[in-house]
């Protein structure tokens, strides 16, 4: 009965081993240098858009910050890729479309899907 225990073991241990050593190989056509690098290229492309997406929102915020008329304090940008998507409120009905003229004069702009809305004040007018 041990004989049988201590084999199975074994038999476990190097399928295991096996296992992972045929895991970490890659095919044999493919050097292993490249295959590493190929890894590494395609990681950062996620962060690249992301930052591009940051940047592209700064620059739209940054224009709408140079028009003292309009207080940007409760408008959001979203950016994706090149597309704008602008939401908040503003104070009155006419900075809505300042705002989107504003943002569609960035460079690099593309769209504009405008959702801002009037801020009703509490006075009830």
């Known amino acids: 009965m041990k004989k049988t225990t201590v084999a199975g073991l074994a038999i476990a241990t ?6 992972m050593s045929a895991w970490a190989q890659g095919d044999a056509s493919t050097p ?6 190929s890894a590494t290229a395609a990681a950062p492309a996620v962060p690249t858009d992301r930052q591009a997406n940051r940047a592209m929102r ?6 709408i910050g140079k028009d003292k008329s309009i207080n940007a304090g409760n408008i959001s940008v979203g950016a ?18 300042r705002v989107e003229e ?24």
């Open 32 to 37: 292993a240098g490249a295959q590493a690098a």
């Open 58 to 63: 700064r620059k739209v915020y940054a224009a």
């Open 80 to 97: 994706k890729g090149s597309a704008i998507t602008l939401n908040g409120t503003v104070s009155d009905t006419a900075q809505i479309a």
């Open 102 to 125: 504003i943002a569609r004069g960035v460079p690099g702009v593309t769209s504009v899907t405008n959702k801002l809305t009037v801020k009703k004040s509490f006075g009830g007018m």
């Open 14 to 19: 190097l399928v295991a081993a096996a296992s």
